[in-house]
């Protein structure tokens, strides 16, 4: 089975902080994504990459910057939390040959 | 720019009743379609993928359709039960390459026992 898990399923931060969530998957999957998620606005892709060292930004990457050192690893980092940044957090990576994304469980992150 | 719509927003149904989600696009040219399961406060579970070139799949007691001309797809749960309440997205892909796919909002469906 698939597997794809967040560093932290709850986590309080305070504004100003510089926040990390981490993904990690073990599937050796090429595509990983990160999406927020909130209500009335649904799944908004942040970033994505393709490949190690690669990254593209999504609809929202306003904020928000990425890290992929490894394949199986991908960072989310918030510079300097906002209140704004108040979300659900999901990670996904993409088997490439089926096109079946997988998503971890998410992080449910509050700014305060 | 492709956008999905998912109406209505929300569901309830008696259960044991056959009930069927919409899902729209605006852009027919797709690669692929795809919907989603997410229970409340967890990540997503793919549940059918059609490929453009596919009128419908089938798993279970879940059939999704796909009508690319249109820009239309129904996922069509037969004999619902309290364990289907969940929020169900739609997502289309445009190309068989890294392109990330466009979502839909969901259909938060409650099966009442």
């Known amino acids: 089975d698939v597997k794809v898990t967040q560093s932290s399923r709850y986590l309080v931060k305070r504004t100003g902080e510089k926040v990390f969530l981490e993904c990690v998957q073990d599937?050796?999957?090429?595509?990983m994504f990160w999406y927020r998620q909130d209500p009335g606005l649904g799944l908004r892709l942040i970033y994505f990459?393709?490949?190690?060292?690669?990254?593209e930004k999504g609809d929202i990457p306003e904020g928000y910057s990425v890290s992929r050192e490894k394949k199986e690893r991908f960072s989310l980092i918030l510079e300097s939390a906002s209140t704004n940044q108040t979300s659900m957090y999901l990670c996904?990576?993409?088997?490439?040959?089926?096109?079946?994304?997988?998503f971890g469980p998410g992080t449910r992150l509050t700014v305060l | 720019k492709q956008e999905v719509t998912q109406i209505p927003a929300a569901l309830s149904v008696p259960e044991g009743e056959n009930l069927v989600l919409n899902c729209s696009f605006t852009?027919?040219?797709?690669?692929?379609l795809q919907w989603f399961r997410q229970d409340p406060g967890k990540g997503l579970t793919s549940l059918l993928l059609?490929?453009?070139?596919?009128r419908e799949q089938t798993s279970g007691r879940l059939n999704a359709s796909l009508d690319k001309s249109s820009g239309r797809s129904t996922l069509y749960i037969a004999a619902s039960q309290p364990g289907d309440s969940a929020t169900y997205l739609c997502?289309?892909?445009?190309?068989?390459?890294?392109?990330?796919?466009?979502f839909g909002k969901g259909t938060r469906l409650s099966v009442i026992a």
């Open positions: 852009d027919s040219a797709i690669y692929n």
């Open positions: 997502a289309v892909r445009m190309n068989s390459g890294n392109t990330p796919l466009v």
């Open positions: 599937m050796d999957h090429e595509n």
């Open positions: 990459s393709y490949d190690v060292k690669m990254k």
């Open positions: 059609i490929q453009s070139s596919q």
């Open positions: 996904a990576s993409r088997d490439y040959l089926t096109d079946t994304q997988y």
